[in-house]
């Protein structure tokens, strides 16, 4: 069955096919659902502003797959509070301009927000401080 995060986002979309067991054998996995409810809750509002799909590149990952992915070694994506998404037809850049927008304007909070060539990557732990770059 597909399970929901919201009304547009499945469980399913933040974890890669192949982790899909090892998350949900392990201990966490009531935190990590939590928190990646929370962070689809927040891709939701996102997806209401540009009108359209979003599509999650990166969610949830094992410590093993985040270091051969080259994340950073204190990743939000290893504690299920860090995505990486894309929508289908823009460029990354103009995805993140509108979602730091969305950041100014008080209608998506998150704790870091980075502009990546390909794809945007947002975490939303309780921190929420509100930074933002492009590499
Ligand atoms: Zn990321």
């Known amino acids: ?55 999650v590149t990166s969610g949830w990952r094992s410590p093993v797959r985040n270091k051969a992915v080259g994340g950073s070694r204190t990743s939000g994506h290893m ?22 927008s969305l950041g100014k304007r008080g209608l998506v909070t998150y704790d870091q927000l980075i502009g990546y060539p390909a794809h945007v990557h947002l975490s939303v732990d309780a921190r929420s401080r509100m930074e933002a770059w492009t590499v």
Do not use: C
């Open 1 to 55: 069955m597909r399970k929901k995060l919201s009304e547009h986002f499945a469980l399913s979309e933040f974890i890669a096919e192949s982790e899909r067991e090892l998350f949900k054998s392990h201990n966490l996995y009531p935190l990590w659902e939590a928190r990646l409810r929370v962070l689809a809750h927040e891709l939701e509002v996102i997806r209401t502003h540009i009108g359209g799909p979003i599509i």
């Open 79 to 100: 504690t299920g509070w860090a995505a990486d998404f894309q929508r289908p037809g823009w460029d990354a850049r103009r995805l993140f301009d509108l979602v730091k």
